[in-house]
Nanobody, 128 residues
């Protein structure tokens, strides 16, 4: 079964850090873009960070630039999101996603419809 499983979420105070992990199983994703998205209560799911198949191109939403870092380890079939200087507005369910329909895409997409495989999500709560 092909799936993505997120872990590493939790509750932290503002200014703290968390590292989210996404473990992929059932197939390799080394030729595909991967990304992190989040959804806060009452809001639409939004793009946070994406990384291309080679790991050399990354995009971040403006609100997390300089604080979050996306990375991938294809040997472990995993993607990570290091989150530093967390703010209360970062509170959301964070989802890992893969664009399995396109291979070796040089520039990863940043919209949710471009990703077809999703994890179940992990909750991140930042208190002030």
């Amino acid at each position: 079964q092909v799936q993505l499983v997120e872990s590493g979420g939790g509750s932290v105070q503002a200014g703290g850090s968390l590292r989210l992990s996404c473990a992929a199983s059932g197939r390799t994703f080394s030729s595909h873009a991967m990304g992190w998205f989040r959804q806060a209560p009452g809001k639409e799911r939004e793009f946070v960070a994406v990384i291309n198949w080679a790991g050399g191109v990354t995009y971040y939403t403006n609100s997390v630039k300089g604080r979050f870092t996306i990375s991938r380890d294809d040997a472990k079939n995993a993607v990570y999101l290091q989150m530093n200087s967390l703010k209360p507005e970062d509170t959301a369910v964070y989802y890992c996603a893969a664009d399995t329909t396109k291979s070796y895409r040089p520039y990863p997409g940043t919209s949710t419809p471009e990703y077809d495989l999703w994890g179940q999500g992990t909750q991140v709560t930042v208190s002030s």
